[in-house]
């Protein structure tokens, strides 16, 4: 049995008639008419009743025709996935990222990512406000810590550590805090819009919140790092951010024995996306490539 006899066959059903089905697939009614009755000997059961006005499906014809549609569909689902692949990632992406990691690390990833796919283009927007992904047209975002729950789809790309630092000369001045709880002693530079604002350490094994303050609160991490540099206070950052102050000495890290866990930076985007091509390519090409920005 071949596949063009199963269409053949399916195309003869929805027509009624063998003339209608030919006419359809641009061959001869004699054509059709023998490539089912070589089907109906293949399979050993008669698949339609044939008379002078329309064809009649049989029981059994009916039960092979719905199998039949849902085999060719699906090969022709593989077909188009293939053609697809062939082609390569394509079209408008829609990226939404924080300004720093953006600015630090998307920056060359994305004209490196364009330069090997020259049929995709990118709509990127860099800002730490956390956008609404679904209602605001985008199809993914960069996103760093815990997630909430969604029905969106996150793929990790890597995982960072969140460091408390500060600048040698307030610590000259001010003192190092011993324990997390300290803190609230000292002026603390805070990332982020809202209310209270609490820090988590890991104490005896139990992670454990801590409410801090200070002089400045800003959404822009950057912003943030540059106030302790000037020995404003301490900060809570992910070590990307701070990496370069760490290793000139503007900044040093302190608690560094109640660090938590490392938290995760996550690609997130709709499910209905989750079968595009050029959001997987992207996704894969991220997780590669930052692992060796970050480790190298």
């Known amino acids: 049995m071949q596949l063009d006899d199963m269409r053949i066959f399916v195309a003869t059903v929805d027509a009624h008639n063998f003339t209608a089905a030919a006419k359809r697939l641009s061959l001869s009614k004699q054509f059709v008419s023998r490539r089912v009755m070589a089907l109906e000997e293949a399979l050993g059961v008669p698949l339609l009743v044939r008379n002078t006005r329309k064809l009649a499906v049989t029981e059994l014809g009916q039960e092979f025709y719905e199998r039949a549609k849902r085999i060719l569909g699906e090969v022709e689902d593989a077909e188009q996935a293939m053609s697809l692949r062939r ?7 829609r990226v939404s990222a924080p300004m720093s990691f953006g600015m630090m690390h998307l920056s060359p990833l994305v004209a ?6 020259r049929d995709v283009r990118f709509d ?38 969140l460091v408390a630092c500060c600048s040698p000369r ?41 409410e801090v303050q200070g ?30 102050a760490l290793r000139s000495g503007e900044l040093v890290t302190v608690l560094d024995e109640f660090l938590p866990s490392p938290t995760g930076v ?12 050029t959001i ?5 090409f991220l997780r590669k490539h930052l692992k060796k920005r970050l480790t190298a």
């Open 124 to 161: 990127m927007e860099l800002s730490d406000r956390t956008v609404d992904v679904v209602g605001e047209g985008f199809d993914m975002a960069v996103r760093i810590g815990v997630l909430p729950d969604s029905t969106l789809i996150a793929q990790k790309l890597f995982d960072v550590n």
């Open 87 to 93: 082609a390569g990632p394509r079209g408008l992406l």
């Open 280 to 284: 997987r390519a992207f996704v894969d």
């Open 266 to 277: 996550y690609a997130v985007y709709p499910q209905h996306r989750q079968s595009s091509l």
């Open 170 to 210: 307030y610590l000259r001045r001010r003192g190092t805090p011993a324990a997390p709880a300290d803190l609230s002693r000292h002026s603390c530079l805070l990332y982020g819009h809202g209310g209270v604002v609490a820090w988590e350490f890991a104490v005896d094994g139990v992670l454990k919140s801590f």
């Open 112 to 117: 490196d990512f364009l330069r090997e796919h």
């Open 215 to 244: 002089p400045l609160r800003a959404n822009n991490g950057d912003l943030i790092r540059d106030a302790a540099v000037a020995g404003l206070g301490i900060v809570r950052l992910p070590d990307f951010i701070v990496a370069d």
